[in-house]
Nanobody
Framework: QVQLVESGGGLVQAGDSLRLSCAAS????????MGWFRQAPGKQREVVAA???????SYLSSVKGRFTISRDNAENTVYLQMNSLKPEDTAVYYC????????????????WGQGTQVTVSS
């Protein structure tokens, strides 16, 4: 079982950047697809970005071109670089390890991180 700890959230202004980190411990996570989800108040949790075990990435359409997901298997860490942040990006962001090497969906999540708050002011 992989354990996940996120860091890097905070309060920023619109247009600023943040980088979230997700440190994994336990057994190696290199065979898991990893994802970043977010949940805003009153809304469902949604997958923002995902990366397969082989490094293939995918993004929610509203963040494409602004967010970049990456992974460092040697450091057991997944990152989410968020640029040109908008107030609608405000949410709690969760790191997740998938049971699959290729697919990240909420039903396939093996382990959730505790979440980190990102607040973007206008």
């Amino acid at each position: 079982q992989v354990q996940l700890v996120e860091s890097g959230g905070g309060l920023v202004q619109a247009g600023d950047s943040l980088r979230l980190s997700c440190a994994a411990s336990g057994r190696t996570f290199s065979t898991n697809a990893m994802g970043w989800f977010r949940q805003a108040p009153g809304k469902q949790r949604e997958v923002v970005a995902a990366i397969t075990s082989g490094g293939y990435t995918s993004y929610l359409s509203s963040v494409k071109g602004r967010f970049t997901i990456s992974r460092d298997n040697a450091e057991n860490t997944v990152y989410l670089q968020m640029n040109s942040l908008k107030p609608e990006d405000t949410a709690v962001y969760y790191c997740a390890a998938s049971t699959s090497a290729m697919v990240v969906t909420s039903t396939r999540v093996q382990t959730w991180g505790q979440g980190t708050q990102v607040t973007v002011s206008s």
